[in-house]
């Protein structure tokens, strides 16, 4: 059975910066796309970005140039590094695993969710 584990959440003011980690367990699927989704209160789950087993990585337009995702392979974690935060990152985020490789935010391709972790942003 997978699990994803978030960590690394927390308050911050605006222009600081976080790291989140989701570490993988059980069965692991090593080919499959890793990816960090968000909820904020009132609006639809949003992809955020996603790392693939052949090392390509996708960004949502909103968090260029400020989040960058990585993949530690030998620890079956994935990190989440975000830079000068804005309060309208503010959301529960979501580390999923999917079965293979995966170049959309659709949550249906993926099979496996954590529990979330809570991002509060101050202005």
Known sequence: QVQLVESGGGSVQAGGS???SCTASGYVYKNG???WFRL???KEREG???FN???TTTYAQSVKGRFTISKDTAK???YLQMNN???EDTAVYYCA???GYVDTFEPEDFAFWGQGTQVTVSS
Do not use: F, I, N
């Open 33 to 35: 796309c890793m990816a």
């Open 48 to 50: 955020v970005a996603s």
């Open 18 to 20: 976080m790291t989140l």
């Open 53 to 55: 087993s052949d090392t």
């Open 85 to 87: 935060l804005k309060p």
């Open 76 to 78: 079956d974690t994935l």
């Open 97 to 99: 695993l999917a079965y």
């Open 40 to 42: 904020a209160p009132g």
